[in-house]
């Protein structure tokens, strides 16, 4: 097959033809480009191998681009990165790899393109076309993956145990792929991985965490999640969400399956945002009740501050997941702890305290919160479902009125610790920080406004009740 018609709706391939033919290289685009080409989605990634010095036709290359500053060498790899215009351009030389069992690094040597493409992870990704003009837009496709492209499944080109073997994250690939591109996995396929599980364990925490977090990123993560947990990866890489699967029944009553619940409330969540620590959050907004899970037989089961221990739980999953640790591990754990006081709102009345105590917490995350919240209502009930969000409604006018009245995400009281300090002559102290924390709950419940004069006036009255007289005045 030749597809030189899709080769010529991008200039930069004659541009690396060219330069490929004048140094008498065997050049091919390889990998996931073609993929993408063949199935028209977007890619600006393009592999180009050639059999040779993959290094040294990345330099002539940027030369005829005139980009020569834009070409990075990774001399220990023998690989070279190009930028040009919106493209990254990747080049290597055609190799072959042996892995040993112990490690991931293998050995590599050079090779031919038939050698290239076997050390590919899957049919679909080890598609070639040919740059050079005398066989330009041939297609090289030795295992068959236009035929696994049409049918939308994924496969290995070798033995699905050698190139787990080989690579076991491409155990992980295998399940990203088949949820972005929306396809099957070949069943020889998926049984090799559920045998060859446990290998994962020899792959870095990093490369596992980019791989999870593309699933999660993806059309319907939830897909992608369960088919990890079929193939027993889920178990090794995310063991306290696995945690949450299972029905207990006591005495007739019966909890819901919180892992489905989870995953539900991430697919809900996809569809109004592409965020993805709001996803996370979403996964995480419930990992605590295995812990927090009690019965009683007056109401059933029970999760009592699975929110809170929920929260306090975060920073070990991020730690140990090799997430970031700093603003989206805080913002995640934010959510969860919050994640039932809009429910809560919009189970009772809703006092302008409750309300305005909320947006202080949330910030700049409420509206955030809320998508959350809104989520997380799952019920089979469609009834039941549409009074919550009715009540939802109600809750986020209330919060639009008080916002609007109190401006408050970008609260802070208007008496400082310098001005307590300076009105009754003490030190910084323990009593400093108890009379600003008194000082904001008043103004949360609505006791006072956030206004100088009239916040001055509780600090005085604060102080006197604790023994405290005023030296100085700061109206």
């Known amino acids: 097959m030749n597809y030189s018609h899709l080769l010529d709706q991008y200039p930069v391939f004659e541009r690396i033809r060219a330069v490929a033919d004048q140094l008498m290289l065997e050049t091919y685009v390889v990998g996931g480009f073609v993929r993408d080409l063949l199935l028209e989605r977007p890619s600006k990634d393009i592999d180009i191998v050639c059999v040779g010095s993959g290094i040294g036709l990345a330099q002539a290359v940027a030369e005829a681009l005139g980009k020569s500053e834009h070409l990075v060498v990774f001399k220990n790899f023998g690989t070279a990165m190009v930028r040009w215009q919106d493209w990254e351009l990747e080049f290597v030389g055609a190799r072959k790899e042996s892995y040993r069992k112990d490690s991931r690094k293998p050995t590599v040597e050079q090779g031919t393109l038939r050698d290239d493409q076997h050390r590919r992870d899957f049919t679909i990704n080890a598609l070639a076309i040919c740059l050079n003009k005398n066989r330009w837009g041939e297609l090289v496709d030795p295992f068959g993956g236009m035929g696994d492209l049409k049918r939308r499944v994924i496969k290995t080109p070798l033995a699905p145990a050698q190139t787990f073997s080989d690579d076991p994250l491409r155990m992980m690939r295998a399940v990203r792929f088949a949820v972005q591109l929306a396809m099957d996995i070949a069943p020889d396929t998926l049984a090799a991985i559920r045998e060859h599980a446990a290998r994962i364990s020899v792959v ?249 004069e009239e916040v001055y006036r509780y600090l005085l009255a604060l102080g006197k009740a604790r023994g405290l007289q005023a030296v100085a005045t700061t109206q």
């Open 204 to 452: 870095s925490q990093e490369r596992i965490i980019a791989e999870l977090n593309k699933i999660i990123a993806s059309p319907i993560p939830s897909r992608g999640l369960n088919l990890l947990h079929q193939a027993g990866l889920l178990s090794i890489i995310f063991p306290d969400l696995v945690a949450l699967q299972g029905v207990e029944t006591i005495q007739g009553q019966s909890h819901k399956d919180n892992f489905d619940h989870t995953l539900q409330v991430l697919d809900n969540v996809t569809v109004i945002s592409n965020n993805l620590w709001l996803r996370w959050a979403a996964l995480l907004h419930d990992i605590a009740k295995p812990q927090t899970k009690r019965f009683d037989p007056a109401v059933g089961f029970t999760f009592h501050g699975h929110e809170e221990q929920g929260s306090r739980m975060v920073p070990r999953i991020f730690r140990k997941m090799k997430l970031p640790m700093r603003d989206n591990m805080v913002y995640v754990q934010k959510l969860v702890r919050l994640h039932l006081r809009p429910i809560a709102l919009a189970q009772e009345e809703v006092t302008d305290a409750a309300v305005r105590r909320l947006i202080y917490e949330a910030g700049d995350d409420l509206e955030d919160l809320m998508l959350l919240c809104r989520a997380d209502v799952t019920s089979k009930n469609d009834a039941k479902v549409k009074h919550y969000l009715k009540n939802f409604d109600k809750v986020e006018e209330k919060m639009r009125w008080v916002e609007e009245k109190d401006a408050l995400r970008s609260f802070q009281p208007v008496i400082t610790g310098d001005v307590i300090m300076q009105t009754f002559g003490i030190k910084p102290s323990r009593m400093i920080g108890e009379l600003k924390k008194a000082i904001k709950e008043a103004i949360l419940e609505g006791e006072i406004k956030n206004e100088y």
